[in-house]
């Protein structure tokens, strides 16, 4: 239940990122109290929601840096009555000045952009930076499965706007791949390299992938991430379940187990897949990494991963 109410108030905050959006109106969109709302933030965000309200501008300001807009203009959008407290709380976020992400040519000679893939050569130079990322034994990049060569080269036909990657001058610096399943956007990968990190160049990446998304009529973005992934998808807004897997457990186990363990967790589905790997779905926070290890630890023969999502 938690869940589908945070959903709620981060598409509200997301959709009036511009506006004064006080606590109140938050408590009225979602029918839960200010006190409440505060509680089912410190479940599902490593932020508390005025400090997530203030990042998600800093994040949408700086994906508005790469399309080049006015600096002045940009703060006053957001909020901030002088460039100078724009510049004091981007810099406290990402560490340097908002000027190093504008779309003009500086002293340290950078020229930054967002994009989508506009022709083969471009696809190709994704190619080479990405195909080291993808493990041999689970894909056969020059094969046709899923994230395969083929695979994007066919979704760059279809849908080359969700093919996005950041640019300093002519060299690609970051990547983030979608693609299409049914009404949603799946994220195929990103990465971004040394030397980029931590400078709010992936998250505007995100920012932008939702507008994309939104704008052509999708429903939500939905990926599934790596350990140590958690904070960063969660300051973004994400949600996640959490699948739970095993050959040697049945799905009458993996649930039994779920009783043993100290918390509510809501299931969402369970099955088998493809004959003979159980699966268990579980309503839980990004957050809760306890419930992973509760899994992978005291049961043992079962892997786990966290599916997030976002409602755009």
């Known amino acids: 239940m938690t869940i589908t109410v945070y959903h709620k108030i981060v598409k509200y905050i997301d959709e009036n990122i511009k506006h004064d959006i006080k606590l109140i109106e938050l408590s009225k969109v979602s029918g839960y109290s200010q006190a409440q709302?505060?509680?089912?933030?410190?479940?599902?965000?490593p932020v508390t929601i005025m400090e997530y309200i203030r990042r998600k501008r800093l994040y949408h300001a700086v994906n508005e840096l790469y399309a080049g807009r006015n600096l002045l203009n940009i703060a006053l959008d957001y909020g901030y009555e002088t460039?100078?407290?724009?510049?004091?709380?981007?810099?406290?976020?990402f560490g340097c000045a908002p000027s190093r992400y504008k779309n003009t040519k500086s002293e340290r000679n950078i020229f930054m952009k967002i994009d989508n893939v506009k022709n083969t050569d471009e696809l190709n130079e994704l190619f080479e930076i990405i195909k080291p990322l993808y493990n041999p034994e689970f894909i056969d990049f020059d094969g046709?499965?899923?994230?395969?060569?083929?695979?994007?080269?066919?979704?760059?036909e279809k849908y080359p706007e969700f093919m996005l990657y950041a640019k300093d001058n002519d060299k690609i610096i970051a990547i983030l791949l979608g693609r299409v399943d049914g009404n949603n956007i799946i994220l195929g990968g990103d990465v971004v390299l040394d030397g980029y990190k931590d400078q709010g160049i992936l998250e505007a990446l995100f920012i932008e992938m939702e507008k994309r998304a939104s704008?052509?009529?999708?429903?939500?973005?939905?990926?599934?991430?790596?350990?140590?992934?958690?904070?960063?998808?969660?300051?973004l807004g994400y949600?996640?379940?959490?699948?739970?897997?095993?050959?040697?457990?049945?799905?009458d186990e993996l649930v039994k187990h779920?009783?043993?363990?100290?918390?509510?967790?809501?299931?969402?589905?369970?099955?088998?897949?493809d004959g003979?790997?159980?699966?268990?779905?579980?309503?839980v926070s990004i957050l809760d990494k306890e419930i992973k290890k509760a899994y992978e630890e005291t049961l043992g023969d079962c892997w786990t991963q966290i599916i997030v999502s976002k409602r755009v």
């Open 239 to 251: 949600t996640g379940k959490m699948l739970i897997q095993s050959e040697n457990h049945s799905v």
């Open 37 to 45: 709302i505060y509680r089912i933030f410190n479940t599902h965000s």
């Open 83 to 93: 460039p100078a407290g724009f510049y004091k709380a981007f810099k406290n976020v």
């Open 215 to 235: 704008k052509t009529g999708f429903d939500g973005i939905g990926s599934g991430i790596a350990d140590g992934e958690e904070e960063f998808y969660a300051k």
């Open 258 to 273: 779920l009783d043993t363990l100290s918390g509510s967790y809501e299931i969402t589905g369970k099955g088998v897949y």
């Open 276 to 283: 003979y790997v159980n699966q268990l779905w579980l309503d």
């Open 144 to 156: 046709d499965e899923l994230y395969s060569r083929k695979f994007w080269i066919e979704q760059y």
